[in-house]
């Protein structure tokens, strides 16, 4: 007995110095999974935190939960509001993530953890005026249709799809029908993800408006000026065909969900990356060129600050969009991938905004047939992406060109398209804009086309 006591001291002696030592080694030297999942989600909590007004559990529980990913159901949190702070790590502990709010610009993850260095980047925090009680988007006040047609689509679970978080019609510059989830108002920012890459296209164009870009512009970067990079063009990285390689699956660690929280400097990340096809010729829809989108037109100003003030003062406020953040990356990038938060009304106030052509109130933001080439067809991408970061087809059908429109829906139709459910569907024949937002994960199987091509059919 006395043998068989000593072997299971020794066994359990054994099992805490492995214990110890994989704390030692989680804490010194975390995985990249688990610092990836752990900025994920203190970035996704401090968003929808101190932008949304929401409660940092809910999201937890339930934004964060999204993806599926087990690891993310063992993050706990730390938010200090008055800080302007929210901290994420495996129990807390391992693999710690930050995400700060800086005034102006939202949340950034901190990726270097130099949370006292991130926050000298801001501008001056901006006060939403009191929006006049007349009609949108020129008020705040709406009149729905009473069509019952309309709301019996609009009451449709099926249509709207799970998570639905908001639905917003437009037809002929007016709100004909809204529907938003429990807890969520026509006053909740929301985030549009890669819808955000079509924003990022046109506020590409105001820089060309002002002769301060050219579409044609080539040696993009320093870096590229010395070897075949050199020959990409604007319009190729528009148009998602520079050739650069970039991994946009979104698995466990690959180049999206590195760049997007491991890199405090997204851009250079990016813009390191090799060519892997012929620029003009290779299509490879990429996060990392959306992001390299933001830095070369940020680098047409000699002052960051004036970068940094751009995107609202030359395209949100003249098209009425207050609720609009656009947020960066720890130095100061735009993440012009990914990371715009606005209401269900703002963004169809961008839908609006492209219908009718780059131009609100009869002020010319975009130059004239700026939006007519955003919409062409990417000659790669086999007519289901355009020159300016839209989409021809809706989710589901990229690689099925003519799929939407067997769906019932116009022709002429073209899309803003978000990770987990996002979209804005314009129809110019119809004069129709359809904001649709949620968390609804792509595996859930929903699709939008079906909603478009009911509201559409009903408002002919």
Request: aromatic share 8%.
């Amino acid at each position: 007995m006395r043998v068989i006591g000593k072997i299971l001291k020794w066994l359990l002696g054994l099992i805490v110095v492995a214990v110890v030592g994989v704390m030692i080694w989680l804490w010194m030297a975390p995985p990249a999974l688990i610092r990836v999942a752990a900025n994920y989600t203190a970035k996704i909590v401090c968003s929808n935190v101190f932008l949304a007004g929401r409660e940092a559990e809910q999201v937890l529980a339930v934004d964060v939960q999204a993806p599926g990913h087990p690891i993310l159901k063992l993050m706990t949190l730390d938010v200090d509001k008055d800080a302007g702070t929210v901290s994420a790590g495996l129990f807390g502990i391992f693999g710690k993530g930050t995400a700060v709010l800086r005034p102006g610009l939202g949340c950034a993850n901190v990726p270097d953890g130099d949370v006292t260095a991130a926050k000298t980047i801001s501008t001056d925090l901006f006060v939403p005026p009191v929006v006049p009680d007349v009609l949108w988007p020129e008020g705040s006040r709406a009149e729905p249709s009473q069509d019952p047609e309309i709301v019996k689509i609009l009451d449709d679970a099926l249509l709207t799809g799970p998570g639905m978080r908001a639905v917003v019609v437009v037809q002929n510059g007016r709100i004909v029908g809204e529907r938003y989830g429990e807890g969520f108002s026509d006053k909740t920012p929301l985030l549009g993800w890669s819808m955000t890459k079509s924003v990022n296209a046109a506020i590409v164009g105001t820089l060309v408006k002002e002769g301060k870009l050219a579409i044609a512009d080539q040696g993009l970067f320093p870096d590229w000026k010395a070897d075949k990079r050199s020959a990409i063009t604007l319009a190729d990285m528009m148009a998602m065909s520079s050739g650069l390689e970039f991994n946009e699956d979104y698995g466990d660690v690959t180049d999206v969900t590195r760049m997007l929280y491991l890199e405090p400097d997204m851009a250079a990340f990016a813009s390191a990356k090799q060519l892997s096809g012929e620029p003009g010729k290779a299509y490879s829809y990429s996060s990392g060129t959306a992001v390299m989108l933001s830095r070369i037109w940020q680098n047409t100003f000699a002052d960051p600050k004036q970068a940094l003030t751009w995107p609202r003062l030359k395209l949100f406020e003249p098209v009425g969009m207050t609720s609009a953040v656009m947020e960066t990356d720890e130095q100061g990038t735009f993440v012009g991938s990914s990371y715009l938060y606005a209401t269900a009304r703002d963004w169809a106030r961008f839908g609006q905004f492209l219908l009718q052509d780059g131009a609100w109130n009869g002020q010319e933001i975009l130059p004239a047939g700026f939006v007519s080439w955003m919409r062409e067809p990417a000659p790669a991408s086999n007519n289901v992406y355009t020159r300016g970061q839209l989409w021809i087809e809706a989710p589901g059908n990229e690689h099925d060109p003519g799929a939407t429109a067997k769906a019932g829906v116009p022709t002429d139709a073209y899309w803003l398209e978000g990770h987990d459910g996002q979209t804005v569907a314009i129809i110019p024949s119809q004069k129709l804009v359809i904001v649709r937002l949620g968390l609804t994960p792509f595996k859930l199987g929903y699709r939008p086309q079906n909603l478009v091509a009911a509201l559409a059919k009903a408002l002919k």
